[in-house]
């Protein structure tokens, strides 16, 4: 039986207790979705006692799925205010399941001053342990002080001092498997900052010595469907770009539509992108010992993660993807990959997501703080958040704050969220998605490059929105949406995995109503949050100045936007 | 906005018109064609002056007059056969949509292999085929002026479309005086889906200027000439208006598309089975009203087209309202069947529902609408009794 | 001979890397990476390539976005 793993910050307690029925078929982004409407008040302070911070698995977790042990981190967002799920990848999600924790939920806020982390034996022991050793320490030094305590079998969910600091844009880093480097990030909407409000440090989980097994209604059924779909996802993967190069070579489309942004979403095309791009990239990681083609879990068969190395060869930084690249690289006018590897790597030491200090920085350039393309200076930047300067402050709580403290009237954000690596008057079923989607400006929400008619168009962007958002909701309960893309043309056999797993008939409508369920409370717990259809909205300034790569203004209108998400 | 009119085909026009078919043809550089028409223009004769107009211009003809309505995947792959064995280096179609659509799938498989199903969706990788010229016989689907053709895949029974280069014509002929024979209820049919071509071309969200002044001539005519052609089908004037007015629609929906109407018409016709432009017709009143929430000052054209007296000041409802209205009495000037006539019963229409959101054609929606939106559209239309 | 996703074809001299995708139907589509030997190439730069004897060339299809 699955357990619910209660960490109460008030009381200082841990305790397992019984998985509830209720929650028996779901996972990840829906699980996360209907928790918090029944457990969290959406009018709550996001950084108070009533928040909680909910981790969880897929609903096929515990199985051989493939991609299946990717970890949910929600509860209302110090960002957005609204709901909040960041995923991840990463080995802690495969150690809970494997625990036979199903999900934790972090609750309360301490009385005292102090630091905690929750430590999860071999044994399946639960303990909270004093974690003031640990203050201040960044993420890359916690798991090497872990692996010292606790050995090389474990997984470490983590914050850095971003989320101590409780800066709003803190992320919370799981450890890969294998070296167990903090890279993988569930960065979006400032959960470090609610896991560091709740003055939990990480969570460390030990491989167990006897794994859980979850109950399957039809194993037989299960194991078989379950083999045939890891064969079409590892076949389709085969072709896909980010398996045979990474994420990075997304780049290669975007840089010459004017989807990529550049200067701020200016809209401009960055004939330079090429020194950031696939090719740059594969020639370094093939003369520094680095590597592509890397698993960020165990099972997975799409295999898009990498280790990159500086120039002497040694380790820099790993999940090297796209978005920070795109932000960090073309849309700061910076065009050298190493400079924004490292910047990779101070985000993910201290706890912070790329795209949200990558979009600051840019305002920061924009604003003249530091010059465009100045790599070292933008380094100095996220310095000064590790230092905690006054501006270091503000950069920790995100573009919108540095924006408006700047004077900035170009302020790339839906629901107070930075927006992704892909400039919306481009691809505008895309920015549809940004406006429309509970999460804000969320690219993996919904992202519909290539996939309507003409991007910079009008044309079935709206129903490709829809149909993604919808398609989005369910894979983040199920897997890695790059492994769920993969498997699109047998998708019936996730509803055969759900009635091998759970019992029942194999209903499509079971997967595809559980995306539909998860966007309607999301939406419905943003309502009572104090949404309104004002916070669906593309800033202004994507509808006045036209991208000077296509001439395209998002011209997608709020009647229009308003029943995207219509049921 | 940036828009874009992309589509073109070269077209001749007017009363005998089509007595330059052999010429036009030897133009086109062409010696010897597939003629391609159904029994039924054969049996009236037109198929064959057409054929005798070639002959006479010295260009040879292998002729097909197997085409079926919603023309099947098998009959073209057949016909394509044909084409081929006959070393035939250019295609005329003579009569409606499906004449037209047979001869596009046909050209699709000239240099492309079998089966056509493989090649649904929009395609920019067919290789090239021969030139085709069209002589419409019906006023009407404006397919001779369309990159498209609707096909019916016969594995599934469902109908899908093949868009590419391969299927635009090299010229389209528009003589009314192949139109003058056409029964009433056909008539109507056909005139009110070019209507309906029109109409959604102008509310796609997806229309360009020239689209646009292209549909609103549509509308203008087929609303003044339409209910003439229909009560007096030798009105010449009326038949010559119409088949104009037809490609004028087709020209308009090709470059920025058809929407709802179409969705419903879709799954209306192949549900009931009944006519295209019958079934397009049964929602449109009501899938205008409901774009007017976006498109209001495109759907205001068409009330104002349709002589429509609209305020400066009225809301997007109110215009949608008015022309809606206006819609409806198109429909019933011109003898369109009524719910009661089609003899649907309410609920069999509201099971159709949940499938009209599958057809390619409800995506390009200029405003999403719900599946349980569509079941009141179906409800509202079926309580007008239009 | 050359390779073109796993599969082999004759190699002919002067031909450039866009005659060669594109006897296989396929067409400029931003959402195709061609690979040439391990390196991607834009699309409009492929008919200013010749292929080489033993050249191999993968299309990889962007599927999704992260």
Known sequence: MWSTLNINMKNLTVSRVPFPDKYREMGGRGLIAQYMMDHVPPTCDPLGEENKLLICTTVFAGTNLTTAHRISIGGKSPLTGGIKESNAGGYAANLLAGQGIRMAVVEGLPDTDGLWLVHVNAKGEVALEDATAYEGTNNYEFVDKMHEKYGKNIATISIGSAGER?????????????????????????????????????????????????????????????????KVIATGAKADPFRNIGTIATIEATGLSGVLPVENFSGKLFPEYTE??????LTNLASRGGRNKQICQPGCVVKCSNVYNDKEGNYLTSGFEYETIALFGPNCRISDLDVIAR????????????????????????????PWGDGEAAIGLLQEIKDGTEFGQLLGNGCEVVGNAL???????????????????????????????PQGADHTAGLTLGRAMADTGRAAQGYASNKLQVAMAFADSMMCIFAFANCVPSMPLLADLMAGLYGGKPDITRVTGMGVKTLLTEKAYNKMAGMTEADDKIPEFFKTEASPATGSVFDVGDAELACILNF | MITSYEVFVPALMGSGSSLRTGLKVRELGCNKVLVVYDKGLKDVGISDKIVENLNAARIETICFDGVLPDPPDIMIEGAAELAREGNIDGIVAVGGGSAIDTAKGINVLIHNQPPIAQYFGIRNDLKPGVPMVFLPTTSGTGSEVTNMCVITHMATGAKNSVTSRVCIGSIAILDPDLTLGLPSQITAATGFDAFCHAAEALTSGHENPLSDALARDAIRTISDYLPIAVTDGCNSIAREKM???????????????????????????????ISHGIACAVALPQIIEFASVTESHK???????????????????????????????????????????????????????????????????????????????????????? | MIIIDGKSYPYQPDTTVLEAVSQLGIQSDNMVLVVIDGRVMPWNQLDQELIQDGVEIRLLHIVSGG
């Open chain 1, 166 to 230: 409780i800066h709003r844009i803190a992320s919370i880093q799981i450890s890969e498997f294998g070296e167990g480097y903090p890279s993988r990030a569930a960065a979006r909407g400032g959960m470090g900052s609610v896991m560091g409000s709740k003055r939990l440090k990480a969570i460390v989980i030990e491989k167990p010595e006897t794994r859980f097994e979850p109950e399957y209604a039809d194993r037989e059924t299960f194991k078989a469907v379950c083999t045939e779909l890891n």
């Open chain 1, 343 to 370: 910047m990779d790597r101070i985000c993910d030491d201290c706890g912070i997501d790329t795209i949200e200090v990558a979009n600051a920085i840019a305002i920061s350039m924009e604003m003249g703080k530091i």
């Open chain 2, 243 to 273: 088949i104009i007015a037809s490609m004028l629609a087709g020209m308009a929906f090709t470059n920025a598309l058809v929407h709802l109407g179409h969705a419903f018409g879709h799954t209306i016709g192949a549900r009931f089975h």
């Open chain 1, 276 to 281: 950031v791009g696939a090719n740059k990239f």
């Open chain 2, 299 to 386: 759907v205001r054209m068409i009330g104002e087209c349709m002589d429509v007296e609209i305020a400066k000041d009225a809301t997007p409802e109110e215009i949608g309202n008015l022309t809606s209205h206006a819609i409806l009495k198109l429909k019933k000037d011109i003898n369109m069947p009524t719910m009661k006539d089609l003899d649907f019963t309410l609920e069999d229409l509201l099971k159709i529902a949940p499938l009209v959101s599958q057809d390619l054609s409800f995506a390009l929606s200029p405003r999403r609408m719900t599946t349980s939106q569509v079941a009141e559209i179906l409800q509202v239309a079926y309580d007008a009794n239009g």
């Open chain 1, 407 to 437: 004077g900035c009237k170009r302020i790339p954000v839906v629901k107070h969220q930075g927006m992704a690596g892909y400039d919306p008057r481009n691809t505008k079923g895309t920015g549809i998605t940004y406006a429309t989607s």
